[in-house]
């Protein structure tokens, strides 16, 4: 949007930037700094903007939560196997609706668009008997597959979206040149459409990370990802160990905040490409 | 002749291969789609007319589960619990994410940094946001209250007065969210050509009458995007209100999503559980009927058939 720099335009410009800041930015940086921050601090008031940093909160940790580095290596696992699983579903399929017309392709597209209306809330209850007659409960592997399932319908449509993008032409000539469709795939199209596929990958890996809903449900001790973990810490029997918890907290959201940082050229693209184009 | 016949037939083959390629290009994902959620579903309906129990054979109920589940007490609260939840935070997360929009689509200093900024959210689960927004509306402790209290006004009771708990869902819920509609209604804002404006501003236009009779009509489709987007996610929310309350205080935030996670998980009435879990399918796909249709068309678009 363009304006003219009119004196209550400017006004509002920078009350409302400095409200969107201390409303984004301030709760998360009240986090890490009260992760940091002696229990005897965290609830003093006004809020001390200058304390000695200590980490003992973290040292806490693991008597007040033995299983959370667990759950953090069970989160990154499922985040990482997932998006791979995703990712080698979604990119044929992809380029199959980018490329070609056919019967199949029109009703599975259509399948792929009910399928991402279905509220995934309802699935957990015809899942749960069969994946505990089949050993999938208290097991990464039920996560990763319904992590992937939830997020091939619109992997495959980014990266069709993607695919549309790179010239036919190319391919055309990469025929002429004796170039079969799998190998016009794997050595024109994916080189191309490398952005989708990072940004594919992102979006489950930060879905998969953050989930609670499924990995509530499906998990078990062994296999408890961090977000439950966490919830377990805020629902304890006595009082809430505050101090603990912003330090779990701030193992759990820094690490996603720094790749979601380094990443950040190719998700934009996604989503502007992707979910929004009409 | 038999080398003719041989060229046919290898024709014929390749014929085959080329016509079957692209189906079997997108078998994997569509059968995966079909194991993991159209069976489940198909599974959910016909539960959903039985009484199952866990170690015996289904028993045929008819519509019991769902007469039963419209006379149940907490459905009543839960529908309209959802239906709530559902309204004000779409309005929240649209409202917010329209305003910020605006804000950040013109062009100035550290204007990508801002935009990462508001994108912070979206990366934070929903249990993050839950401890941070408590540790702020803790009785007695939370800075929110101390600052209220400081200022001569009562603390919240967030955990025991009703309203105010769902004032602090809602903030959360809205808080986590509104990236979303931010992004949608962000790149439709810069993709307006820069002349629209230039050329009202000559013929002598304010800014508030740029905004509303340029901009405002050519993002209503995003605004409806991420309307249609944030409802559906609302609506199947499970998380927000059970990490935060359980359904509390005494079953007040109940949602039909926590309603039928206490019927499966804590009650394992899986058949009852499933009349609720189509009440809710078919509800979210009635709302997203609509938007369907024109998400298919613009797959399949002009768009011609390449190599």
């Known amino acids: 949007m363009t304006y003219q720099k009119t004196v209550p335009m400017r006004i509002f410009r920078w009350v409302g930037v400095a409200l969107v800041i201390f409303f984004t930015a301030f709760p998360v940086a009240f986090l890490f700094a009260s992760a940091f921050k002696h229990p005897a601090e965290i609830f003093a008031f006004p809020p001390s903007l200058i304390f000695r940093p200590t980490l003992r909160n973290f040292l806490d940790l693991p008597a007040e939560a033995p299983t959370f580095y667990l759950s953090l290596r069970n989160s990154a696992v499922v985040a990482i196997t997932a998006s791979v699983l995703t990712v080698i579903l979604a990119v044929p399929a992809g380029y199959a609706l980018s490329r070609y017309r056919r019967r199949f392709l029109q009703a599975s597209a259509f399948f792929m668009l009910l399928v991402r209306m279905y509220p995934p809330i309802v699935l957990t209850v015809p899942l749960f008997p069969v994946f505990s007659a089949v050993g999938l409960v208290d097991n990464l592997l039920a996560l990763i597959l319904l992590y992937s399932a939830l997020f091939v319908s619109l992997c495959t449509w980014l990266m069709k979206v993607y695919m549309d993008e790179v010239p036919v032409e190319l391919e055309e000539a990469a025929t002429i040149d004796g170039a079969n469709s799998w190998q016009r795939l794997t050595r024109v199209i994916l080189p191309l459409s490398v952005h989708g596929v990072v940004a594919t990958a992102v979006f489950v890996s930060i879905f998969a990370w953050k989930e609670y809903t499924f990995a509530y449900i499906f998990t078990g001790a062994r296999t408890q990802t961090a977000p439950v973990v966490l919830d377990l810490m805020l629902t304890p029997l006595t009082t809430v160990s505050w101090g603990p918890i912003f330090a779990a907290s701030t193992l759990q959201l820094f690490p996603i905040l720094v790749f979601v940082w380094l990443i950040q050229t190719y998700l934009t693209a996604g989503m502007k490409t992707g979910g929004v184009k009409q | ?307």
Do not use: C
């Not at chain 2, 060229?7 to 994997?28: A, C, K, Q, V």
């Not at chain 2, 839950?130 to 803790?138: G, H, K, L, P, S």
């Not at chain 2, 790149?187 to 000559?202: H, T, W």
């Not at chain 2, 005494?250 to 009650?267: D, K």
């Open chain 2, 1 to 307: 002749m038999s080398g003719r016949f041989t060229y046919d037939w290898n024709s014929r083959l390749t014929r085959l291969w080329r016509s079957g390629f692209p189906n079997l290009l997108i078998l994997p994902a569509t059968l995966f789609l079909v194991l993991f959620i159209l069976l489940p579903a198909i599974r959910t309906l016909i539960m959903s007319f039985h009484e199952v129990t866990h170690g015996l054979d289904d028993v045929f109920v008819g519509f019991d589960n769902y007469v039963r589940m419209v006379r149940h007490r907490a459905f009543t609260t839960a529908f309209w619990n959802t239906m709530f939840f559902t309204l004000t935070t779409v309005l929240g997360e649209v409202g917010i994410g329209l305003v910020v929009a605006v804000l950040l689509s013109t062009r100035f200093r550290a204007q990508r940094l801002l935009i990462s900024l508001v994108m912070v959210p979206y990366a934070v689960s929903e249990v993050v946001a839950i401890i941070i927004w408590r540790y702020m509306f803790e009785p007695r402790v939370g800075i929110i209250n101390f600052m209220l209290t400081s200022l001569g006004f009562e603390q919240i009771q967030w955990a025991t007065q009703i309203n105010q708990t769902w004032m602090l869902i809602i903030i959360l819920r809205v808080w986590v969210q509104y990236p979303f509609s931010f992004l949608i209604i962000y790149s439709s804002l810069i993709g307006i050509p820069k002349d629209l404006y230039e050329s009202a501003f000559i013929d002598g236009a304010t800014n508030w009458q740029a905004f509303h009779r340029i901009s405002l009509p050519l993002i209503v489709p995003a605004i409806n995007v991420a309307s249609i987007f944030a409802f559906m996610f609302a609506f199947r929310n499970f998380a927000t209100v059970w990490i935060l309350t359980r359904g509390g205080p005494m079953g007040q935030t109940e949602l039909l999503s926590t309603m039928l996670y206490r019927q499966s998980f804590r009650h394992w009435r899986f058949g009852f559980a499933s009349a609720i879990a189509v009440v809710m399918t078919l509800l979210t796909f009635a709302i997203a009927a609509y938007y369907m249709r024109g998400m298919f068309h613009s797959m399949f678009g002009q768009r011609k058939e390449g190599v």
